[in-house]
């Protein structure tokens, strides 16, 4: 038996809220989740309407992605992160936006393509086009 084919498109969301939009348009209409990487990793683990038997997610202009999900959006990420961090990571997260901004810190594109080539979704197989 085949494995279901899913496709997003890097030409439909700018932002890792649009990649949001695009995962629940796509992956999980009309299922409510955190929208965050560890959901996002949830989702794909199963149980959430995902196929059990695994998938084959196709993710259509991923270079318009790498592009747009790149640094700029990673800082604007982290710095989202750092209004909301406990005082305690307040330092780390510092740093990790100066990393950024440096182009010395993973992307967020590279953040979602490390979550999804995880060994722990063997079964998910991920085309980048």
């Known amino acids: 038996m085949s494995k279901r084919i ?7 969301f700018s932002t890792l809220e649009e ?8 992956l999980i209409p009309d299922v409510y989740w955190g929208r965050n990487l560890d959901a ?9 309407g995902t196929p ?8 259509k202009n991923s ?5 747009k999900l790149g640094y700029a959006e990673t800082v604007r990420q982290l710095e989202k ?4 961090c406990h005082l305690t990571n307040r330092e780390y997260v510092k740093l990790q936006i100066e990393r950024a901004k440096q182009h010395k810190f993973a992307t967020v594109v590279e953040w979602l393509i ?9 079964d998910i197989e991920l085309r980048l086009e």
């Open 6 to 12: 899913y496709e997003i498109d890097g030409n439909n």
């Open 19 to 26: 990649f949001w939009d695009e995962i629940s348009r796509v």
């Open 40 to 48: 996002f990793n949830d989702i794909l683990r199963g149980g959430f």
């Open 52 to 59: 059990e038997e695994g998938f084959i997610l196709v993710w």
């Open 63 to 67: 270079s318009v992605s790498r592009e």
């Open 81 to 84: 992160r750092l209004q909301k």
């Open 114 to 122: 490390e979550i999804i080539e995880d060994e722990e979704h063997n």
